[in-house]
């Protein structure tokens, strides 16, 4: 059997693998939303294809020149669309076939990926403008293939720091640092921004149109397919092996929690799994990051000065780490669910722990966002009413997925782990938690003011923070009718 036909095959066995899982059903409702998603930024990016191609005026390399744009935007993007091949790699890793040909065949079909080629849909409509103004044919294909060829080069950079941050989180500011170069020169020429960021443009479009460019890619493609071949098969190895597993030299007790019996046992256990399981650790490491970026961005830049992007960020520094934490609840008791159902209405201490743990923590973008408020760009009753609608309200609302999450999470693995969502509830609670109350936000605006909206606000997260024994209660009562079918799915689900 050569490469080719493998690959087949192992393309074939993952799509066999899709359909098996117990999780199949909230999958394809997933997918769904992620096509309906697809289609919009299809879009998007035809409109912007199409800008850019008049923009040009005829003549051939804006789309080079505008790499350092979409190239930043398509790196962030691949946190949600892309994976890292190592779940899938992880089954054929004992079989007889050479240790690196998986994970090669995989990589391929990273470079062949979907979403790779729906970069077209901008690169296409922009050269076919371009023959219509009477460029040439050869020069536009050239750089139709070339924009395509930098998207599949970006694939394979985020790939490598993609590895390198589920290891240590520190990984992202060098990644960071990478899209931001190019911008550097205006911070240097800030006086004549203009100037400085028309000069990296021309310098880009220079580059990106000579003879040279093409090859050279290629080449560092090439260089950066074995690096990633490297570093995959070292890092899945090392979790299927657990060779990176260190022995505990010291246990925290947290002798303040024991004053609130059974609910701080529990409030025990959610912080202790904050700090010392992988998988959660680099999600608290992110999510701290990112508020702490958009808290400086707004704080001492003019990019979000307009009052619906305030609005927007602010909440989203307030919901980003109790809704990417909270989307799959119940996912890390998955592993020893059987244990909570021993002790009647055990649930329900633990979702009160969880619910005490992660209004608490909203004291922390609390206190980043200071610096905002003190520049003049946020209220203290905006931050406030945010902190307590978020405590309140939104928490309500994610924490109903508990009665339907059913997929465990594996607590070490973050190579090999699991995607990120498991059904379609969990995508649009998520969308309702980023946007609903910006949109609520809007029409208190256009109807009785800012102001008053930010009391009603205040109002309705106190009300569901006060009574969050009742609605933890109900969920309670709902995971009881379904108890035997999440415990099903908890176990067949999990990564022995």
């Not at 020429?189 to 040279?212: C, L, P, Q, R, W």
């Not at 925290?252 to 912080?271: D, M, N, T």
Request: proline letters at 2%; aromatic letters at 16%.
């Amino acid at each position: 059997m050569n490469k080719f036909q493998l690959y087949r095959l192992l393309r074939k066995n993952t799509n066999l693998s899709y359909k098996r899982s117990p999780a199949f059903e909230q999958n394809k409702w997933a997918k769904l939303l992620i096509y309906i998603g697809g289609g919009m930024f299809a879009l998007y990016l035809i409109m912007y294809g199409c800008i850019a191609g008049m923009a040009a005026e005829g003549t051939a390399g804006t789309m080079m020149g505008a790499a350092m744009i979409y190239m930043a935007v398509d790196f962030l993007l691949r946190f949600i669309v892309q994976t890292t091949p190592g779940m899938m790699v992880k089954p054929y890793i004992l079989q007889p076939i050479s240790r690196y040909t998986a994970i090669e065949c995989f990589l391929v079909g990273e470079h062949v990926s979907g979403y790779n080629f729906l970069w077209l849909c901008m690169f296409v409509p922009y050269g076919i403008i371009l023959l219509f103004a009477g460029e040439s044919f050869g020069l536009v294909l050239y750089e139709v293939i070339a924009a395509e060829i930098l998207i599949i080069l970006n694939s394979q950079i985020y790939l490598f720091f993609r590895t390198l941050i589920n290891r240590t989180v520190l990984w992202l500011i060098p990644a960071l640092a990478l899209y931001a170069l190019p911008y550097s020169t205006i911070l240097f020429n800030f006086s004549h921004k203009a100037e400085a960021i028309e000069k990296v443009f021309d310098a880009y479009t220079t580059f990106g149109m000579s003879v040279y460019m093409l090859p050279l890619v290629l080449l560092v493609i090439c260089g950066m397919f074995f690096v990633n071949r490297y570093f995959q098969f070292k890092y899945v190895y090392e979790e299927i092996s657990k060779k990176t597993e260190k022995e505990l030299k010291h246990v925290s007790q947290f002798a303040f929690f024991e004053r609130f019996g059974l609910i701080g046992e529990y409030l025990k256990i959610e912080l202790k799994s904050n700090l010392r399981n992988k998988t959660m650790r680099a999600r608290c490491i992110m999510s701290l990051v990112a508020v702490i970026i958009f808290s400086l961005l707004i704080t001492y830049t003019s990019i979000y000065d307009n009052e619906l992007m305030q609005n927007f960020w602010c909440l989203y520094c307030f919901a980003l780490y109790g809704a990417t934490a909270l989307i799959k609840i119940m996912g890390q008791e998955g592993n020893y669910i059987e244990l909570l159902m021993m002790h009647r209405e055990n649930i329900i201490a633990l979702l009160t722990a969880k619910f005490w743990f992660y209004s608490a923590v909203l004291i922390i973008p609390f206190v980043i966002m200071l610096p905002a408020v003190f520049a003049g760009k946020y209220t203290l009753l905006m931050i406030t009413a945010y902190m307590l609608l978020t405590a309140g309200f939104l928490h309500f609302v994610i924490f109903q997925l508990a009665v339907y999450n059913k997929q465990t999470i594996p607590l070490q693995l973050k190579v090999t782990a699991k995607g990120n969502f498991e059904n379609g509830r969990q995508l649009v609670i998520e969308l309702f938690a980023f946007f609903g109350p910006v949109l609520i936000t809007g029409l208190g605006y256009l109807l009785i003011g800012l102001t008053y909206t930010y009391i009603i606000m205040c109002i309705i997260g106190l009300a569901f923070i006060l009574t969050h024994h009742l609605w933890i209660r109900n969920i309670y009562n709902r995971m009881m009718k379904r108890r035997y079918e999440n415990i099903e799915g908890f176990v067949s689900t999990r990564d022995f």
